[in-house]
Every structure is written in C-alpha cells, then in structure tokens.
C-alpha cells in the first residue's frame, strides 16, 4: 500500500443503470436536487451544488439497475501512470479509452468482483452558467435548495462475494486505508469501510449475501446537516420515495443515513456526518458479529433487504 | 381584558401591499416557498404548507408597500358578536364586508394608530388538490419543500406612535395578553409583545421611530427548526434578497430569526423558537433602554434600519 | 366540553413512582439534566430550565413504577370551582388536600379509568438562586447544559382500558380538546390525542394492551430542537439507558421522538416539534388501523414493547 | 511544495498560554466541556471527545496570553526526517526536544513570523479509563456533553506581520496546500487559509494589523453540528464568556462560527461546517478588499477588534 498512498484523490463520480430514465432523472433532479449538466451519447449528467468538478454522477439507461462504472481520479500525471501500471500487473486492467463528458483519457480496470472502474487525472473545472452563478465565489454554484439539495456523491457502496480480497486490491492497487471492518467468528470478512482521505469512507464493501459479483449496494450523496437528511425524508414521504432505513445514525462509521430507493431500482442515501481520520496510523476497528448484532448507533436493527437487495437484483441462491 | 380572553383565536392572514406584484409574487413563491390558493379581485392569496385554513397571506399591488389588513379570527360565532359589540362602543369600527375569498362576513376596524383589521368566524378549511395532497392526512399539504418552505404565517409586528394606546386595546377589546415589553426610563413604552396563545408573540407593536401612523415593520413567517432560518439566509443571498439581519436569536421573545426585504420593500421575518406560556398570571417582563443596549440573546447589535425602517416608508422628521 | 374551554391551563406536574429512587433521581440529574428545586416528605421535585413554576417532575419512591398523579392548573379561582364542581358531579371527585410544594389546596380525583389527578390554582413562580440566574430574565433559569437538558414536561401519555370513555372525560370535564384519534374497524377508538392549547397534545390516551388500569405509557420531556433529540440518544447509548425507539418521527401528532426507560422502569420520550392547533373549529384525525400499520411518519415499525409495556408492569392477560 | 506534500499530517495540539490558568482550565473543562488526560510541569493537557491521539490542547500559565507552540504530526518517520532537513534548510531550525506527554522526539522551529512549532512523528493512541469508555468502539471517547462538548481542536489561526512569507514557508516546507486567500489591490496579501487534507483550513495565516509578530488570531475547536454552535453561545451567554462575533457564516471558507474569548484573554472559535476538497488540483480563490466588505457569508460584519485583537495584546502602533 505504501507506494499506493496519495497516488489517487477521490471517486470523481459514478455511473448509474436504470431501467427507467426518465424517472430516475426526474428523481435525481426534482427530488435530490440535482443540475442536469450535459447530456451526451443516452447519458445525463448530473451534479450537485457543491461539486466543482463537472459531475459526480451519470446516469445511462439499461435493462437491468446497477453500477455502470466507478470513475477515480488520480494526483498527478505521474501518479495516474504509476497506477496504472501497477493495475496492470495485477491482470485486471483493459486498457484506455479517449475519455467522457468533463474529463480526459480513462484507464478502465475492474477490482476482482468485477466491478467496472476507470482512473484519470485531466478534469474539467466546472464553471456555472449565469442562472446558477453563486453569490460568493468559493462556492461551485448557486445553492438552489431544490428537493434535498444534495451538495456532491459522497460514497460508493458495493457488494463483493468476497469482501477481503476486494479491499486488499484497493488498497494495495488504489491506495485506499482501511478504516473499519466486520470479521465473523469464522474469518470471514463481511464488510469494510475504506478512504483515500480523513474522510471516515468512501469506498465500502460488503459481501453479497447471495453470492453475486459486480452489485452495487447503494450511492450515497452528502447534505452538511443532519436535518437536511431528516428534510429528505419527509420529502421522499410526500413524494412516494420507497423509503428502505428511515434517517438514523450508523454504528459503523457512526454516519447519520436515510435510505430510499430511486425509481430505476437502485439503492440511495443521503448521509451526512461521521468522523475524520487525521493520523497515518489509524488501526482499524474490526467488528464481530456479536457486536454488529447490537444494530445502529442507536439500537435501530435494519430490514432484512438492506442485508440482501442490490443492483441488479438476483435470486437468493437456493 | 377578562372578559375579552379566548375569545379571538389568532391572526388568520394578513395582507401584503406591493408596488411590485410580480416580482413579490415571484419571491413568496420561488424564495418563501408558498403555494397560490386563489387570485382574485386583482389579489393574490398565498399559503405555507403548514396552514390548515386557505392562506395566510393575501398579496395586492398598490402605490406603496405596506400592510393592508390583518385579519383575525373570532372563536366562535358567539364570541364574534361579543368582540364586534366591544369594537363598536370604542368607536373604531367601521362595519361589515360581505367576506373575502376563504371567509364570511368580516367586521372591519382600525386599532388607535390606523392599522385596518377584520375580525371574522366563518372560514373554509384548506382542502389540498390531488398534487398537493400529503401522504399523512394530519398535514394540511404536501411538504413540497421548495425555496424557504415556510410552514405559516407566525406574527405580525406593527409599529404605532403610541405603543402602550394600542396595546391596552388590543388587550382589552380582543383579549390579547401581554408577555414582554419595554419601556424607557422616562416611561414611554417603545415595544410591547402580544399572543392569543402559548406562543410568545403574535403580535407586536414597536414605536415608530418617525412618529408616523398605520405603518408595518414586518410578517414573519414560521419554519420549524432554526436550520431552516438558516438555509433561508443561503437561498436569500444566492437569489439577490437583501439582508437586514443575518440568523441570530432574539433577546426579546427569544424568537431565532432572519429578516430581509421582499421586491415591494416589506420586511419579512422567517422565524421559529421563543417558548411557550402556559400559566394564566404569567407576569410580564419589561425591558429597560440600558437592558436592550446589550444587543440581541448572543450581543448581535441590529443595524439602525431596523429601528427605522417601515412601510410604507416616510421620511424622518425634521 | 364548550363550558368546561379554557377553564383548566396546562399540566403543571406529574408524579413519577420509582422503585429505584436513587438512580432515578441521578437519570433525571444527570442524563437529563434537571434541577433539584425542593425536597420534602420522602420526594424529589425536579424542573427544567424553561419551567416557569418551580417545578414539573415530582419523584417519589415506592414499590412499583407508574405515575403517582397528574397535577392540573386552572386558569382563575373561579375556573377552579367550575371544574371542581363539574368533577363531583361525575362521582369521581375525592376532596381537598392543602397543597404540596409550590402549590396551594388541589382538589383530588380520578379519571374514570383510575389515573390519580390533581387540580389546583395557586401556584409559587419560580425564584432561580444565584448559580442558577439566567443572564436574560425572560429565561426562568440560566440553561445549564447538562445531559439532554430538557426544558420542561411537555406531556403526559397514560394506558386505559377504555379509551373513549377516558378522553370524554377529559375533554367534558377539563375542557380537554380532541385532535387525533385512532379507531379500529371494530369502532374500538385504541388512542387519543388531547390539548389545553394550540400543542398538538399534552395528554394522551392509548388502549392499554393488557386491559389493565391506571398505568402511564410514557412522560414526555421538551427540547426545543431535533438536533437535541439526537444529542440525548447518543447520551443515552453512552450512559446504558435502554433506548426502546430511537429518534424518529411520530405519524401521529408529527413530533420528534427518543423513547429509554430511566432506572425505576418508567418509560421516557425526550421529544420536539409536532404542529399547532389554532384554530376553534379543529376537526379531529381519526386514523385507521390499515393506516397505523404503515408505521410512523417515515415508516419506522415501533418494536412490540412499545405497544403492550406500561408502569406498574402488569403480566398479559391469559 | 511537491516534494513536502503529504509529509505533514496534521496539527496534533497546540499550546495555550494564560495568565489565569485556574481560570482557563475551568473554562476549557466547564464551558468547552473538555478533559483533563495529564498534568505535567505546570501544564494542564486536554482532549475533546473525539481526539483519538491523547490531547489536543496543553494549557500552560504565563505572564502573557498567547500561542505557546502548535505541534504538527509527520506521515511517517521518513516524512519527518525529510521534513526536518528541509527546515533546517531554511535556518529557522532550533534543534530536537525528547517530546512532551504522549508524543516523541519533536523537531523545533519556528515560522518566519516567529511562531513556535513542533514537528514530531512518534504518538500515543488515547486508551479511555474506564468512566470514560465509550459504547461503540470507532469512538475514542465516551461522548459526555458536557458544556459546548468540543470535539477536538480544529484550525489554528495566527497573525503573522507578512503573511505572504509564512504561507509559503508553509507551503513549502511543510506540505501545506493553499485554498483560499485575500489580496488588497496593493497587492500586499492578508490572509491565507491552508490545509494538509480535504479540510477547508487547518492552519490560518492573517495580517497583523499592528504589525507584531508571533501572535495567535484564534484556536478553533470543532462541533459536529451548527446546532452545537448555538448552543454554545448559549452557554456563553449564561456563564459570561465574553462574545466577540455571535454564530454565523463565515464568507471565507464558509465555516460556521461563534467566537469569544476565554479568561486568560485567548479568542476561542467554536466551528463546524465549511467544504471540502478533494482535487489536488484546486484553484485558490484569491478575494479583494471589495468583495471583504460585503461582510461575512450572510452580511454580518465583524467588529473592530476581530481585525486587531491578538494574543499576546499589544499597543496599536502610533
């Protein structure tokens, strides 16, 4: 991991499938809060009002809900080479493409779930056209305080049929540091919580209770207060949002959540909250089970589903 | 005043004058998030997401900004001819109105310092169109949660040239009690602070600086959580709404507040907290000028407008 | 109910009985924060920082949980012979008792359902000492800050076995007034939510799942905040204090909730927010079971506790 | 800078001088509900709720108000001896101490304005005693509540007599990344805001307005929620803790402030909020004195004395 370190800055944004487009879009906009910032080749892409990247998430339409791709961006020119080369000694990279909508060339990979990841470094500013121009300069663009008004992506959330061998990839490949993680009483790792910066996450794997490969758990998106979460939830009430986990605060990472499900079908949270890591060496926390089965932060014990679905939905093994 | 007490039950709305109906419009709308009930008679009739009768605001374009009419409600119909009998022998009625949108017949009056009243009973319970319509039926509407989203109309603060004239009415002719007022040194009473309620204002009179008559220092609209003042203080900066008075508390009523200018040049308030009386014999606290030379709850000093400024707007006295 | 309107003010205390006097009195001390305001014959009387009598929680031992009364505050002397009169008529009155701390004579009755109450007039406005003198004087005390530090009972949820019969009671005899209700397909009314003023409620009844009689469901602390509701959770988790329902919110009355059990047993809510009630001509909620099954207002399915324990504990029927 | 970047990992405690330490320490422990973890030669050592490393603050008497030190933690040991040779390439190097309580050897030196630092790699985890242990194992503390519950220091803000010169030493030198800053159209800078992390600031360089050198602006501590900084003015207010600037926004980095002064005549921040960047990319925004006079985010303008005052006190030159 060492040679890893600092040579990635973040998730830049993340793809989503839907089956329903327009719905989907409809909901990231009207209810999320989001600004349509292009829309190119089927895809929308969209931002909330504190990215100053172009986007954080595109959303593309296909048969089945997930995960379309990861995209992270590197450190530097030099730092994006050595990545690469270091993914491509693990066998997993598939090699360039010319880029997308706000950014330059993309090196596509995927973690050994199958998950599709890309990395790059050239990104595009955003600059805001007149009607979103902010009122002070430090702020990418106008806070319209539309639906929930999420501020940008925040974390990604996937499912691994093999959770150890996923974070050890990022880590050792990415750079990501580990921050916490559940081990069951017979070595299984079911969860890990992961960060490329004092962020307490940004990356989480959880292991797929059905086995598949490649799912997505859920994208969360950040608001600055805990009342804003608790606002979205009446607005996904109102709005007949499915709401999946009603705002409550995590054990794990101790975030404040609400979850809801969009009308593609894929999992959503808006979260806020947490804790920062500023030390080199942070030791993990690890989680067994007896503990986990204390539930949230506040007793809260979540549905069933939160432990099973993801996108694209399958079938529980029989 | 005993015999006068419960029988009004509250401020039902209040009447905004503009001479920028557009723009006003756009603002209570776009901005203050509210909802257009009914237009009418060259009028506009607005509404929180939170008020269970039609509107708590009824906009008209006019010369000059300023308060139309606040309207009260009579507790019942009994109590309404109680209250009307009471007007009259102070000579300050003025006689019936055949009603207005979302009432019946309104018995119309002036307080001491001019300001135009009505007192009515019988009134039309908001019932929600199907986009409106909220998904728990103890909920008027439909959080739509769009600019400020103001919940109601909260107080009305008035200015008088004789402060401790109109209050003694209101007390006495409508039953208002009294909770916290301020007088000089000399013994002139510069603000006093009224309710109908447990709420600890609902209306208020100031002194008017200028000595001039019938003028409005502001509505103030509630939202539940100080939060929400505050996200309404963003959404007024990136949408141009002039600022009077950043978020801060009260030491007066102890209310949280936000006050800006609408397009007409109105002061509004988006308010929420104070506390609550619910004692009979509640004794009123009187301010002395030394006590309130140190500033608001947490030392804010307001700016000198605010002790001035009012609509319609007159010009100091020589 | 319309002779009975206006004559009885608010709550002014409830008794709590407590097996475990001690860590009973240090919950309220220490977790949420209250003020020891006397001691006298075996009871501890506590307030909050916003209480304006001297007190609002009277803590006594015994052998069992539960509320020992619920003391009323009339509005004037001659609201107190009404209501005392009214009481005798029903058959249910007791008599006179020459007061407690910081209260003059209280006439004592019960409800049909067995609930031990008080009514009284004169009442002692509370003095703060020195360490405890708010730096505002429209604070009754300096907000000391500690645990969650609740500002005062807000209100006061009991079983009954026969809920119409009990909220009748109330609401003909106190001058109660109805804003919510729950009634099963059977015509069984299974709640009610009742108000002295424009709070949504301030005392309420819930069919006692045992048919049991005389057992409180819950007392209900004030904060003025959401945020203060998270606060106390994360105390409460910190301190071991059972949390049966973390923080949410209430479909019924909309409040905010946290619901523990301090150490004798007796269930808690430290709560906020709800809506107000200004209007003569409410109509009630009456909510369906079908609607009740889709849990509170964010769909948050309280546990089964929550719906069958009360204090004193009663085993379930047979 | 590229060549110090991510070798410096944080701020890890800064030094507090008073000349009322008994004072002060109440104020740190009552008010800002901190702990005491050790005492030592005459200083008091304190830790937020929060704070995984022991301490973040060590309170020492002294004749004068003032920054004692601010000690800064390296990424590894190879960081630090990196970090070292580059500053004792500047000669502002004094040499190595043998540590203080809870960290190891400390390299020495000072800014060019004069102001202590401590750079030093080897640290010791905080191991909470038993009463302080808290539920859930990912926090350091047990989360006590007491007073304003300052999570930890957050920023350090010093005055500097050039503060171009010092924030490029930073820079430089120690890896330090610049965000936001304010330039007068003679060019001459007078404030810089830096960051080792995604933070909006950690270390805050502003211009003397005497001229002085080596004086503390302020210490900031951190709160989770905006709420917490209401609540601390409140506590303020209550406990006569002066109040220089009431909660608000900054326009600068967007934070959300209270400041006041604590006994030994220290200016304190309580703060939450502000953005985060997560591009390695990012543009500072450089502002004018124009744009400064619009005041902070929504308008408040801050007194004089937040423009001079600074610790240790000295005359305004003639």
């Given at each position: 991991?060492?040679?890893?370190l600092?040579d990635?800055?973040?998730?830049?944004?993340?793809?989503?499938?839907?089956p329903?487009?327009d719905?989907s879009?409809?909901f990231?906009?009207?209810?999320m809060g989001?600004?349509?910032e292009?829309?190119e080749?089927g895809?929308?892409y969209?931002?909330g009002w504190?990215?100053?990247?172009r986007y954080s998430?595109k959303?593309?339409e296909?048969?089945?809900?997930?995960?379309?791709?990861?995209a992270l961006?590197?450190?530097?020119?030099?730092?994006?080479?050595?990545?690469v080369e270091a993914?491509e000694?693990?066998?997993?990279?598939?090699g360039?493409t010319d880029g997308?909508v706000g950014?330059?060339?993309?090196?596509?990979?995927?973690?050994?779930?199958g998950?599709?990841?890309e990395?790059?470094?050239?990104?595009?500013?955003?600059v805001?056209p007149?009607?979103?121009?902010p009122s002070?300069?430090?702020?990418?663009?106008r806070?319209?305080?539309?639906?929930a008004?999420?501020k940008?992506?925040?974390?990604?959330?996937v499912l691994?049929?093999?959770?150890?061998?996923?974070?050890t990839f990022?880590q050792e490949?990415?750079?990501?540091?580990?921050y916490?993680?559940?081990e069951l009483?017979d070595g299984?790792?079911t969860g890990?919580?992961?960060?490329?910066s004092?962020?307490?996450h940004e990356?989480?794997?959880v292991?797929d209770a059905?086995?598949?490969?490649g799912?997505?758990h859920h994208l969360?998106f950040?608001?600055?207060?805990?009342?804003?979460?608790l606002?979205?939830?009446?607005?996904?009430?109102d709005?007949?949002?499915?709401?999946e986990?009603?705002p409550s605060?995590?054990a794990v990472a101790?975030g404040?959540?609400?979850y809801g499900?969009e009308?593609?079908?894929n999992r959503i949270?808006?979260?806020?909250?947490?804790?920062?890591v500023y030390?080199?060496?942070y030791?993990?926390?690890?989680?067994t089970?007896?503990?986990r089965?204390?539930?949230?932060?506040?007793g809260?014990?979540?549905?069933e589903?939160?432990h099973?679905y993801?996108?694209?939905?399958?079938e529980p093994?029989?």
């Amino acid at each position: 991991m060492a040679e890893a370190l600092h040579d990635v800055a973040r998730i830049a944004h993340a793809e989503l499938l839907t089956p329903k487009p327009d719905e989907s879009l409809r909901f990231f906009v009207e209810i999320m809060g989001m600004e349509v910032e292009a829309e190119e080749g089927g895809s929308v892409y969209l931002r909330g009002w504190g990215d100053y990247l172009r986007y954080s998430l595109k959303l593309t339409e296909a048969a089945q809900p997930g995960l379309g791709h990861m995209a992270l961006r590197a450190w530097s020119p030099e730092a994006l080479e050595r990545r690469v080369e270091a993914i491509e000694a693990t066998g997993l990279g598939q090699g360039w493409t010319d880029g997308d909508v706000g950014h330059g060339p993309a090196y596509r990979f995927t973690d050994p779930d199958g998950h599709a990841l890309e990395l790059f470094y050239e990104a595009e500013r955003y600059v805001p056209p007149e009607h979103l121009r902010p009122s002070w300069r430090n702020q990418p663009q106008r806070y319209v305080g539309r639906g929930a008004a999420v501020k940008r992506l925040d974390h990604v959330n996937v499912l691994a049929a093999d959770v150890r061998t996923n974070r050890t990839f990022v880590q050792e490949v990415l750079g990501y540091r580990l921050y916490e993680r559940i081990e069951l009483d017979d070595g299984t790792e079911t969860g890990a919580w992961l960060s490329l910066s004092i962020a307490a996450h940004e990356l989480i794997y959880v292991k797929d209770a059905y086995g598949a490969s490649g799912r997505l758990h859920h994208l969360a998106f950040w608001v600055d207060t805990r009342e804003e979460c608790l606002r979205a939830a009446d607005l996904f009430v109102d709005n007949g949002v499915y709401i999946e986990a009603a705002p409550s605060k995590h054990a794990v990472a101790a975030g404040f959540f609400l979850y809801g499900y969009e009308p593609g079908g894929n999992r959503i949270e808006v979260t806020t909250g947490g804790y920062f890591v500023y030390d080199p060496d942070y030791e993990p926390v690890t989680w067994t089970a007896a503990e986990r089965a204390r539930g949230q932060f506040w007793g809260v014990h979540t549905i069933e589903s939160f432990h099973t679905y993801g996108t694209p939905p399958v079938e529980p093994p029989a």
